[in-house]
């Protein structure tokens, strides 16, 4: 009786990732691909690493009272950086009323638009309106949001939870959203998809924009996780909360790019080099 052959497993779809691009200048003939969205959370900690995602980024927007934010760190102190803002949206009740002045004041020529719809947060029409002025191109602009996960617990898990109303298409064919908290990036790793992440261009060095510590979250439900690149490697490995999970898990200093499979959607986050 003859012997039977296992079937093979069916490769996944590849997603290829290059968070690497997010905090270095585009080169001259490659112009910046993503737009930048900011929350109402104080960005003085991380100013510097803000104004470089801010000259990388082709479109600015901030969601409500994240003016003032913006208008604190920089404009206050006559500081230019933040002054091409594009649009400031939302139902207006948190931005005071000498950031709105300072940015509808030419020369910055900002566009405030109110927003009134009490289902709806600021956060969810800043995206509405970003997704809405790049939706006629084949791929949806890449979003990275910035003071997504400080402050208040039930804030940060009410962004998260918005992430995962972001980023229902396992293609992200509406683009994909970035979280910056000022010390780590983190994005979401659809199931069935092999996601390929480029953490270094080379060598470990100087030049390196994450340090090594990496964590995979199964946030929503269990999911089983593969992974190559990492001290810790793991094959079909059940995560949960409550059960196991892959925490400060370590980028090796060869590695250039990281692989996952999950059977379940999945949150990735790397921690940040101060650069």
């Known amino acids: 009786m003859a012997a039977c052959i296992p079937q093979q497993k069916k490769a996944s779809p590849i997603?290829?990732?290059?968070?690497?691009?997010?905090?270095?200048?585009?080169?001259?003939?490659?112009?910046?691909?993503?737009?930048?969205?900011?929350?109402?959370?104080?960005?003085?900690?991380?100013v510097g690493m803000v104004k470089r995602l801010w000259?990388?980024?082709?479109?600015?927007?901030?969601?409500?009272?994240?003016?003032?934010?913006?208008?604190?760190?920089a404009g206050i102190h006559s500081d230019p950086s933040f002054d091409d803002l594009d649009?400031?949206?939302?139902?207006?009740?948190?931005?005071?009323q000498v950031a709105r002045t300072y940015y509808e004041t030419p020369p910055r020529r900002t566009n405030v638009i109110h927003y009134?719809?009490?289902?709806?947060?600021?956060?969810?029409?800043?995206?509405?309106?970003?997704?809405?002025?790049y939706r006629p191109s084949p791929k949806g602009k890449d979003i990275v949001v910035v003071g997504s996960l400080g402050g208040r617990v039930d804030h940060g898990i009410s962004q998260l939870h918005h992430l995962y109303l972001f980023q229902?298409?396992?293609?992200?064919?509406?683009?994909?959203m970035y979280?910056?908290?000022?010390?780590?990036?983190?994005?979401?790793?659809?199931?069935?998809?092999?996601?390929?992440?480029?953490?270094?261009?080379?060598?470990?060095?100087?030049?390196?924009?994450?340090?090594?510590w990496v964590g995979i979250l199964p946030m929503k439900e269990p999911s089983y996780i593969t992974t190559k690149g990492l001290e810790w490697d793991v094959t079909d490995w059940p995560t949960?909360?409550?059960?196991?999970?892959?925490?400060?898990?370590?980028?090796?200093p060869?590695?250039?790019?990281?692989?996952?499979?999950?059977?379940?959607?999945?949150l990735f986050t790397m921690s940040l080099r101060e650069i």
């Open 15 to 46: 997603i290829e990732w290059n968070p690497t691009d997010i905090f270095r200048p585009p080169p001259s003939n490659a112009p910046p691909d993503y737009a930048l969205l900011i929350l109402n959370q104080p960005i003085h900690n991380h």
């Open 55 to 73: 000259n990388n980024a082709i479109f600015h927007i901030a969601a409500d009272g994240a003016a003032n934010c913006l208008h604190d760190a």
């Open 87 to 96: 649009v400031i949206i939302g139902d207006l009740d948190s931005i005071s």
């Open 116 to 133: 009134r719809d009490d289902y709806s947060t600021d956060f969810a029409k800043a995206v509405e309106h970003t997704r809405a002025k």
């Open 168 to 176: 229902r298409d396992p293609d992200y064919n509406e683009g994909k």
């Open 179 to 212: 979280f910056f908290s000022g010390e780590s990036l983190t994005f979401m790793l659809k199931a069935g998809r092999k996601h390929v992440i480029r953490v270094r261009d080379g060598p470990a060095g100087e030049k390196d924009v994450f340090a090594k």
């Open 240 to 252: 949960e909360f409550g059960g196991q999970m892959s925490t400060s898990n370590h980028i090796l």
């Open 254 to 266: 060869e590695t250039q790019v990281i692989e996952v499979e999950a059977t379940k959607d999945v």
